[in-house]
Nanobody
Framework: QVHLVESGGGLVQAGGSLRLSCVASGSIFSINTMGWHRQAPGKQRELVAT???????NYADSVKGRFTISRDNARDTVYLQMNSLKAEDTAVYYCNFDNSPSSVFGRYWGQGTQVTVSS
């Protein structure tokens, strides 16, 4: 089992910035992927960004150039720096953790943190 605790959400004006953090604990393998998804009201959960334990990153097209994902492997923590926020970024943001391969070991989710961008 892996337990995830997120922090850093809140209310911000359009054009502003927020940084989300997620700390993982439990059965953490050395090869893993951490990331962020989000879910807006009435919409499906969607990928925001992921980062592997070796540092490879992947971003949704909608956040490229504005969001940056990073991690501290020593602290089993993943960060999401969100700049130039837009109203459409408003959503509940969920941290995810995959021990590799996730098809075998599954995916874990955090409880979610609300990000609200006012226009």
């Amino acid at each position: 089992q892996v337990h995830l605790v997120e922090s850093g959400g809140g209310l911000v004006q359009a054009g502003g910035s927020l940084r989300l953090s997620c700390v993982a604990s439990g059965s953490i393998f050395s090869i893993n992927t951490m990331g962020w998804h989000r879910q807006a009201p009435g919409k499906q959960r969607e990928l925001v960004a992921t980062i592997t334990s070796s540092g490879s990153t992947n971003y949704a097209d909608s956040v490229k150039g504005r969001f940056t994902i990073s991690r501290d492997n020593a602290r089993d923590t993943v960060y999401l720096q969100m700049n130039s926020l837009k109203a459409e970024d408003t959503a509940v943001y969920y941290c995810n953790f995959d021990n590799s391969p996730s098809s075998v070991f599954g995916r874990y989710w955090g409880q979610g943190t609300q990000v609200t961008v006012s226009s």
